[in-house]
């Protein structure tokens, strides 16, 4: 089904719905954590170094295969190579899609969050202790199948309302008011007693930590997670991208943008940390509170949030209680908008209508998200096997570069068009630095794992569990390939609104 009549207005509304994409939960939770766990502000230098090693040039991979083809994963990676690789782009979606399955649990953690600060219910937390039970008894009860509801619904009636009127207009509001929040919440952290000391920690550079490769390991890794490359989202958002638009500018405003607000994160959140930990938790080290996974690997969110924004001045913890969760959901529900519509998409291009495609991603959505719901357990085991999943997305749309030929799609898809221009360097960067990447990161996270039942596929986190359940998905699609590429690719390369 051919995506005309369904643009993005403007370059900067496109950008908007991206920053959406890329700035989610993980900026605001993880990335504080991963800086307090390497050692402070010499992590700086790989994160940055691999948004431009790893990030970005999988930003452009994606904007540039969905504006040629102007079809979601699946149709687009049959388009650029042949119907017969259409599996390549079924395990990239795939992966997104069932990531979209618990995260939007995760979405609905943060609204729950929300209403709860709102309501004045999070007031009595006042220990981490505290913290952890009452996150315990939400996650143990019916609640977050409920809120799982509410999110994956909320969600879906974005999508369902179109690019323009509802993922433009929705990312319009969200985007700007998340960035008022961040800087508003930084604002206050920076003017806490004990501030400076959490400043200190974090821009003050421990050069030994560069020696450990563990440290440019997590900098690859978080880079990775947190732009979103190689999900397959931009590629989808891309489909409705005008074509006078550069590809090489909006992927460095993406990525340079998503950078920006994990540094506005933890400029809140660690300063916060410092200032208010010795307060509500006597003895403790900052620093180790703030490298505590959490839950589910929420970190300080849910736990530690509650009880030290609860040690501001009456009235002034809840004002910030409420903006923090605000912000989360924000982060939140942007992200998973564009999950929804790229499983939409995928459903779009098979000839369903939006209607109809949205009804049944909101439903699989909802179903297929119940278990995360209701068990830790089985929500961990998902986030761990698709989370490095996207590994794998993102290798699979390299290799799809390299089948097309990167130094063609470079000067027909790339250059050829308006904005600026990509050299031979780029070439190498993605037939041989993206490869080693992945190589690098699989074997890193993989090795963490290896117990001596790496093999157990029904193992909670580990090599056997996430190649069981890939080379599941990877049969299935081979087996429905014809198919899927028969129903899905459709039409010319370039077969596009907006050449004009």
Same mark, same amino acid.
């Given at each position: ?402 089948? +097309? ?62 190649? +069981? ?32």
């Amino acid at each position: 089904m051919k995506s005309k009549g369904e643009l993005f207005t403007s370059r900067w509304a496109l950008i908007l719905a991206a920053l959406g994409m890329a700035v989610g939960t993980g900026n605001i939770w993880r990335f504080p954590r991963i800086i307090a766990k390497v050692g402070g502000g010499a992590f700086f230098i790989p994160w940055l170094l691999f948004l431009f090693l790893w990030s970005i040039p999988l930003l452009i991979l994606e904007f540039t295969m969905g504006r040629a083809a102007r079809r979601g994963c699946v149709g687009a990676v049959g388009r650029l190579i042949g119907e017969r690789f259409a599996w390549l782009g079924g395990f990239v979606a795939l992966c997104s899609t069932a990531i979209m399955f618990y995260y939007s649990v995760v979405a609905g953690w943060c609204l729950k969050y929300l209403f709860a600060g709102l309501g004045g219910a999070l007031g009595s937390i006042g220990t981490a202790g505290a913290g952890l039970d009452y996150f315990r008894g939400f996650t143990s009860s019916w609640e977050p199948l409920l809120f799982h509801a509410l999110a994956i619904g909320l969600c879906g009636l974005i999508v369902w309302r179109g690019v323009a009127g509802g993922i433009e207009r929705a990312n319009k509001i969200i985007i700007p008011s998340l960035l008022a929040i961040l800087l508003l919440g930084m604002a206050r952290a920076l003017t806490l007693p004990g501030a400076v000391d959490g400043l200190a920690f974090l821009f003050t550079p421990r050069w030994e930590t560069l020696a450990d490769y563990r440290t440019w390991l997590e900098a690859l890794t978080q880079s990775a997670w947190s732009t979103g490359a190689g999900w397959g989202l931009i590629l989808t958002y891309a489909v409705y991208m005008n074509k006078r638009q550069g590809i090489v500018l909006n992927s460095l405003i993406t990525g340079l943008g998503n950078n920006s607000a994990s540094l506005l994160a933890a400029l809140m959140i660690i300063p916060t940390a410092f200032a208010l930990i010795p307060v509500a938790m006597p003895g403790a080290e900052p620093v180790e509170v703030i490298r505590q996974p959490g839950p589910a690997s929420t970190g300080l969110s849910f736990v530690y949030i509650p009880a030290l924004f609860n040690q501001m001045q009456p009235g002034l913890g809840w004002a910030f209680t409420v903006l923090f969760f605000l912000a989360l959901s924000m982060a939140a529900i942007s992200s998973l908008i564009a999950m929804v519509e790229l499983a939409a998409r995928i459903l779009m291009d098979a000839g369903i209508g939006r209607p109809r495609a949205i009804l049944a991603v909101g439903s699989a959505g909802f179903l297929f998200g119940v278990p995360s719901a209701l068990s830790m357990s089985f929500f961990e085991n998902q986030d761990w096997v698709w989370g490095v999943g996207l590994m794998v997305s993102g290798f699979f749309l390299t290799l799809t570069a390299i089948r +097309f030929g990167v130094d063609r799609l470079r000067t027909t898809l790339i250059n050829s068009g308006p904005g600026l221009r990509l050299g031979r360097w780029f070439n190498a960067l993605i037939a041989v630095v993206l490869p080693l990447e992945f190589l690098a990161m699989i074997a890193w996270w993989f090795a963490q794992t290896a117990g001596p039942d790496w093999w157990n596929p029904l193992s909670m986190a580990n090599p056997g569990t996430c190649l +069981f359940q890939w080379a599941v998905a990877i049969i299935f699609l081979l087996a429905i390939n014809r198919r899927l590429a028969r129903r899905s690719v459709g039409g010319r390369l370039l077969e596009d609104p907006g050449e004009g």
